[in-house]
């Protein structure tokens, strides 16, 4: 055997993705966003009433093992279908989770 991963502190263990590690911060107020080839940001309503193309809202119950809120993206190839949770840095065919900015673009 190769003796185990031993991540024994994750809790759920299911994270399915192999990197557990979920934004804290990443909440429902989270946007999609994508900075080519147009600058492109897609609210969870936006994905909710069906006006933000190739993407859907998972349902938690369906899907537990996602860092939920989490999207599913079905645009470009087939081999481009992805999940795109709130796991740290995680992105799907270059869009990522972000926090909404508000104001300014303070990181």
Request: proline fraction near 7%; include cysteine.
């Amino acid at each position: 055997g190769d003796g185990g991963s031993g991540d024994s502190g994750s809790g759920d263990g299911g994270s399915g993705d192999g990197s557990s590690n979920a934004n804290p911060t990443c909440d429902d107020s989270y946007v999609l966003y994508s900075g080519h080839p147009v600058h492109t940001i897609y609210t969870q309503q936006e994905v909710i009433d069906g006006n933000a193309p190739d993407w859907s809202l998972l349902d938690p119950n369906q899907y537990p093992d996602y860092n939920h809120p989490a999207y599913y993206y079905s645009g470009g190839q087939p081999s481009e279908h992805d999940v795109l949770d709130c796991t740290q840095d995680d992105s799907v065919n270059g869009w990522t989770l972000v926090e909404p900015q508000n104001n300014n673009n303070e990181k």
